[in-house]
């Protein structure tokens, strides 16, 4: 993770939307006669920043969560006394499907800015079968409507609604929404919120083996809030990744060591909360991890959609180094998502999704933290910011 592979005034061709060659600049210009020419600059050019856990899908805000938590009450506290979550959902709820998907391009335009070009985005807000249809379907207009590459989560087990006891819920889920939510390929994964006054672990185990008996692949949001079991359960389901993890102790990281899973950490979210239980990103790195680093962009206990504030969180809060924050939001994303095949570095065959930041060293975007350097961003050879 701490090899990035640098080149110093380096190029790269790019033919039909994908990466022919990368080198150094004068010899790929002369490889290249004929071609466009776009100068950065001596800027640094990156792979397009891969988000691996994000909520962009929701109405409205929770500025009066934000209030609150400020004045000293907990994000459970808050969820309590009627905001968290549930207010979220009956924003969403009483949206249109058109008006949630303006609010989503609108979410979709600052991921860019920061220099983002993948964001996996979860469900969740809906929880009754036409809103999480409804949040889904718009998950596909974005992907259609919007330069970023989409990839949808399945995330009806987010919350137990209102109207319904725990179980009737569960059966809800696994009866009706994931059967359907298969056949229409609205999603590519499955994600459960496993934590106590959410979805106590037999139950997610419940849901997520429905999901992979109908072909999806799985993640968890595991020991957000307390060491839950949530990460043993990935590792037992075999899940692509645990999120979250800060609760997440030794016997977890073995566990999800032993079984492959990726650990995606959200220090945005740790942050936001007020807390300082950030994850043990230097315990699962020297356990041989292939960590990943995330937003958790929602309106609730993460609304930033930086992935550069994200790096600087990281290396301040977690003690990881910048070039190890970068593999963390790019190479290590793109296959926490399935995608390392095709995104995440920048390599022959590869697509030609990266983006320019104004600076001269890739550390400056975790150290100048607050501002945005991005110059221009580029998806599939073409200019979709800034360009
Ligand atoms: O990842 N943990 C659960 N879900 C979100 C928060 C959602 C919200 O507060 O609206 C998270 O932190
Ligand atoms: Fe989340």
């Given at each position: 993770m701490a090899e990035l592979a640098i080149i110093r005034d380096g190029g790269m061709l790019i033919h039909d939307a994908k990466i022919d060659s990368v080198g150094p600049s004068d010899e790929i210009q002369r490889k290249s006669r004929g071609a466009q020419i776009v100068d950065a600059r001596g800027r640094v050019v990156l792979p397009g920043f891969v988000d691996?856990?994000?909520?962009?899908?929701?109405?409205?805000?929770r500025l009066d969560d934000f209030e609150r938590r400020a004045r000293g009450e907990s994000y459970e506290q808050i969820s309590k006394a009627g905001g968290g979550i549930w207010s979220t959902v009956e924003k969403t709820r009483a949206a249109s499907e058109q008006d949630l998907l303006a609010q989503a391009k609108r979410h979709a335009d600052w991921f860019l800015r920061c220099g983002t070009t993948t964001v996996e985005v979860k469900s969740g807000y809906g929880l009754t079968l036409e809103d999480e249809l409804k949040i889904l379907r718009v998950i596909r207009s974005l992907n259609e409507e919007s330069p970023l590459e989409i990839v949808p989560t399945f995330l009806g087990a987010h919350a137990v609604p209102r109207e319904m006891d725990t179980d009737e819920y569960i059966e809800l889920v696994i009866d009706q929404m994931l059967p359907r939510i298969a056949k229409e390929k609205l999603a590519e994964f499955c994600d459960v919120f496993c934590e106590r006054g959410y979805f106590e672990v037999e139950q997610s185990r419940r849901i997520l083996t429905a999901a992979r008996k109908l072909g999806l692949k799985l993640r968890i949001h595991a020991d957000q809030l307390s060491n839950f079991g949530g990460a043993k359960l990935a590792a037992e389901l075999e899940a692509t990744t645990a999120e979250h993890l800060e609760k997440t102790d030794r016997d977890g990281i073995a566990a999800m060591k032993s079984a492959g899973v990726q650990p995606i950490l959200l220090p945005g979210s740790v942050y936001a909360l007020g807390s300082?239980?950030?994850?043990?990103a230097r315990e699962m790195i020297q356990a041989g991890l292939a960590v990943v680093i995330a937003t958790?962009?929602?309106?609730?206990?993460s609304p930033t959609p930086s992935i550069p504030m994200i790096l600087s969180l990281a290396c301040t809060q977690m003690k990881m180094s910048p070039a190890e924050a970068i593999t963390a939001a790019t190479i290590n994303a793109a296959y926490g998502l399935n995608r390392g095949d095709r995104i995440g570095s920048l390599e022959r065959g590869k697509l030609a999704t990266f983006s320019v930041f104004d600076c001269e060293d890739y550390r400056e975007l975790a150290y100048w933290f607050g501002l945005p350097q991005t110059h221009s961003v580029y998806v599939k050879g073409e200019g979709v910011a800034g360009a």
């Open positions: 691996a856990h994000t909520h962009l899908v929701f109405a409205g805000n300082s239980d950030y994850p043990r958790d962009f929602n309106p609730g206990s």
